[in-house]
């Protein structure tokens, strides 16, 4: 796979049930960022996590790191139909310098009410 | 709380024509970025900018695309002769601090007819 490489493509649950997505990528990082996309909108940072933390909660988003297997989850929780979106991971990679987000093609949320 | 801004929000423009999009980033960040998301596909990275000179750019950023910042509130995107594949939607981006979390403006439609 790709750097930033999200699983599921899409993914459709009911309001209330957790929502999983995980992200693969490649090279070594400072740090992975996750972020939401409404449909043609701006992108809304989500959370970050840096290359030595292994978990981080914000609200109802819990997002985990695996460096040794180069992934990334992220779960929201008790989900609304308002959560209803694409979300991204983006990493930044180790190269020094103001450097440039590698995204993945994100995953398609759809929340059912 | 404080927002990155882009203007104008959508623009039409012919094959072969100069355009200019307009970012004004948060006050107080150091490091900006300019970003493309074609439709349907994935963010792409274009080029960063730091301490009034390119830091970084990528493969797509080529002799057609120049960055600026005129004065200490806006961040310019120029692309010299436009092309029909140019258009897409061009994201600004800042962080107040290399490697940390980077805040996205609502992007700019630009259409190549």
């Known amino acids: 796979s790709q750097q930033g490489e999200e699983d599921p493509q899409a993914l459709s649950i009911q309001e209330g049930e957790n929502a999983t997505m995980n992200c693969s990528y490649k090279?070594?990082?400072?740090?992975l960022q996750w972020y939401r996309q409404n449909s043609g909108r701006g992108l809304v940072h989500l959370i970050l996590?840096?290359?030595?933390?292994r978990e981080k909660h914000s609200g109802r988003l819990r997002v985990t790191l695996d460096t040794s297997k180069k992934s990334s989850s992220l779960l929201i929780t008790a989900s609304r139909a308002a959560d209803t979106a694409s979300y991204f991971c983006?990493?930044?990679?180790?190269?020094?310098?103001?450097?440039?987000?590698?995204f993945g093609k994100g995953t398609h949320l759809i929340i059912q009410p | 709380e404080p927002e990155v801004t882009q203007t104008p929000s959508h623009q039409v423009t012919q094959m072969g024509q100069e355009v200019i999009l307009r970012c004004v980033p948060i006050?107080?960040?150091?490091?900006f970025y300019w970003y493309r998301q074609i439709l349907g596909q994935k963010v792409e990275f274009l080029v960063s900018?730091?301490?009034?000179?390119?830091?970084?750019k990528s493969e797509i950023f080529d002799d057609q695309f120049s960055v600026e910042r005129p004065d200490g509130s806006n961040f310019t995107l120029k692309i010299r002769s436009t092309k029909l594949e140019d258009s897409a939607m061009y994201f600004c981006a800042g962080s107040g601090v290399e490697g940390e979390t980077q805040y996205f403006g609502p992007g700019t439609r630009l259409l190549v007819l």
């Open positions: 983006a990493t930044d990679a180790k190269r020094g310098g103001a450097d440039g987000l590698t």
């Open positions: 900018f730091y301490n009034n000179e390119i830091s970084e």
């Open positions: 996590i840096r290359s030595n933390e």
């Open positions: 006050s107080n960040h150091l490091y």
């Open positions: 090279t070594s990082i400072n740090n």
